[in-house]
């Protein structure tokens, strides 16, 4: 029997190549060919694109099915509701969900202007990007990375923003191309917001999340426990459906911010579902009083902090 030896790293570095738009190791290089990428090209439009957008922040999950999507739709429509222009960018290409969530109507789809492709205002004040608005419903296409790296540097460099204060991005889960194509050709991001749900998986997969942010020099705003306690509609009491607490613990592990939970409910799902955000919906609700903590940090964090 042959002798079996520990598996100590996989290799997939090939040494540098050039191609800092595919480069797994982009946050890591400090080498000059790096700089010279930044200040030409593609990124050079991006950033002139994106010049009179004010604050720019990425919401992150890490894994799926966490309630990143509903995060970032009830943060813009939060954000919109306080007289802030937003704009909400749809990093999800495979699945596009936010213009459902936020009741944009099937048939609706982004126009090009005398500026590049204007985002469809929804009625909650919010304006969308998302390919759910230039592919038809029942249209599907097989999405490999140059594809997704060409889509982000098209909705980023030909979508008109204008005078936009808040760009939301909702990033797709894990830490591939998607995360890490926005979060290398998005400019002067303002800071990230990290979801998770109340179980141990869900917590060693948000951790990349906050790694990867550290990597990229993002500051991260804090950290949301979505799901989380609820209160027994029968009796009144405390409940924790999953468990409790995780994210909390995670984000003091990390030395991030803990920002607030959002307990699981009937109302954010079904909101979701009827195109109305529960910011709105249900304005008085602990759900809403959840998201209005999240909104606070981050508002603070652009407009007290960042001291512009």
Known sequence: MGVETELKELNVTEGCNKKCEDCEKYFECDLSVKEIFKQKGILSLIRENLKNVKYKIVVLGGKGGVGKSMLAVNLAAALAKRGKKVAL?????????????????????????????????????????STGLILDQDEVIIWFHEMKRNATEELLAAVDYGDTEYLIADIPAGTS???????????????????????????????????????????????VENMSDTNCPECGEPASIISSGAGERMAREEEVSFLVKVPVSIKVST???????????????????????????????CETIKGN
């Open 177 to 223: 191309s998607e995360t890490v194509n926005i979060l290398k050709y998005m400019p002067d991001i303002a800071g990230g917001v990290v979801i998770t749900v109340p179980s141990q998986i869900s917590q060693n997969v948000a951790r990349k999340c906050i790694y990867i942010l550290k990597s990229a020099r993002i500051p991260i705003i804090g950290v």
């Open 271 to 301: 909101s979701l579902d009827d195109g109305e955000p529960f910011v709105i919906k249900y304005p008085g609700s602990e759900e809403a009083k959840a998201m209005d903590a999240v909104v606070n940090a981050v508002v603070k964090h």
């Open 89 to 129: 960018l749809d990093q999800v290409y495979d699945c596009p969900a936010v213009p459902m969530m936020l009741g944009v109507s099937g048939d609706a789809r982004l126009m090009i202007g005398e500026k590049g492709l204007i985002p469809y205002e929804s009625k909650w004040g919010v304006r969308v990007i």
